[in-house]
């Protein structure tokens, strides 16, 4: 899946990528509200070479591709996609922490919203967020997700978009 937007490239990551991919991830305020303390750079060679092994085609298995400025090609972030049904995704994203704030994040869910439903067919998303994370809870709902459920183990919340909406 490649995605052009208005500032944005959307595309799968290469081995090139291993060190900034490991070097935003690693940051403290970035890993805060993800599911690792830390992310070491053979933690995002295994990562990019697993996805390499399996290029996404819209089918039942995890994926994750690079966001990078279109101007400069610099990787900013990522957008992680897990399929485990025909009608459903999860999507998870990371973005640098110094480009918090600046509308990239939305832009890319809206393009990855609108990529997985006109050519793949999709009609949720689901996304699960920690609780403390308002930032991120707030881009949701700004971007049409509804609160769907609450689990105490995790201390996370599922959110829900329909993406015929």
Known sequence: MNIE????????????????????????????????????????????????????????????????????????GDIFIEIDGHTTFTLGYTLDSVYWSKGYASEALKSVFKAMHETYSFKICLCHVYEDNIKSIKLLERNGFDKIHKSWFYQDVLYRKMLNK
Request: proline share 4%; charged share 30%.
């Open 5 to 76: 937007t208005e500032r944005l490239i959307i595309k799968p990551l290469t081995l090139d990528d291993a060190k900034r991919f490991s070097e935003y991830r690693d940051k403290e305020e970035v890993a805060m509200y993800q599911s690792w303390d830390e992310y070491p750079l053979n933690k995002a060679i295994n990562r990019i070479e697993y996805c390499q092994k399996h290029p996404f085609h819209g089918q039942i298995g995890n994926y994750q591709f690079g966001l990078y400025i279109k101007e400069n090609n610099q990787l900013i």
